[in-house]
T-cell receptor, first 114, second 110 residues
Framework: AAGVIQSPRHLIKEKRETATLKCYPI?????VYWYQQGPGQDPQFLIS???????DKGSIPDRFSAQQFSDYHSELNMSSLELGDSALYFC?????????????FGPGTRLTVL | GQNIDQPTEMTATEGAIVQINCTYQ??????LFWYQQHAGEAPTFLSY????GLEEKGRFSSFLSRSKGYSYLLLKELQMKDSASYLC???????????FGQGTTLQVKP
């Protein structure tokens, strides 16, 4: 069965650079969630999209922005990168944005900021 | 707001049974999820409870008591591959996002 695809899987950037993370949800899933997981931490919700509109926003820095495109894939854009942005970034997808629906997580993008 | 509490670490022996507890406080309740996460990998869904009681799924079972704000994940016939973090997660009212507890790292020893 198709799973959530994330690219790239690994990314190394310098401070103050920009990064773009991509997420391709499971076919027919219309909701995408982004989570950030620092070392030894639990995943922290960043932002979500339902039917190409932002549906919820969490602890996402102003330096980050995201969107969902017409084919339902999503991109997380990160600017002015800081050392503290080094983390695993997971994308998850589900069928509709209501609570109670299982979220399927992608393999994650490991971002290292030097 | 949400407050979710789990033990940080647990150790158990291969073949044994282990119970991982989760207590939560939420402004509204829309069910509770358990996810398993191996180091450096994606969380994978284990269970979802919205009604009180025990739900069994193979070697894994999950229990919920809404009145007590309490859930547990029961793992039977432990295998070495069960060594992982187990995350309790609760979605806030009317949203799909997951708020995770800090996770319980389970180490299974031979």
């Amino acid at each position: 069965a198709a799973g959530v695809i994330q690219s790239p899987r690994h990314l190394i950037k310098e401070k103050r650079e920009t990064a773009t993370l991509k997420c391709y949800p499971i076919p027919r899933h219309d909701t995408v969630y982004w989570y950030q997981q620092g070392p030894g931490q639990d995943p922290q919700f960043l932002i979500s999209f339902y039917e190409k509109m932002q549906s919820d926003k969490g602890s996402i820095p102003d330096r980050f922005s995201a969107q969902q495109f017409s084919d339902y894939h999503s991109e997380l854009n990160m600017s002015s990168l800081e050392l503290g942005d080094s983390a695993l970034y997971f994308c998850a997808s589900s069928f509709d944005a209501t609570s109670g629906n299982e979220q399927f997580f992608g393999p994650g993008t490991r971002l290292t900021v030097l | 707001g949400q407050n979710i509490d789990q033990p940080t670490e647990m150790t158990a022996t291969e073949g044994a049974i282990v119970q991982i507890n989760c207590t939560y406080q939420t402004s509204g309740f829309n069910g509770l999820f358990w996810y398993q996460q191996h180091a450096g990998e994606a969380p994978t869904f284990l269970s979802y409870n919205v009604l009180d009681g025990l739900e069994e799924k193979g070697r894994f079972s999950s229990f919920l008591s809404r009145s007590k704000g309490y859930s547990y994940l029961l793992l039977k016939e432990l295998q070495m591959k069960d060594s992982a973090s187990y995350l309790c997660a609760v979605p806030p009212s009317n949203t799909g996002k997951l708020i995770f507890g800090q996770g319980t790292t389970l180490q299974v020893k031979p």
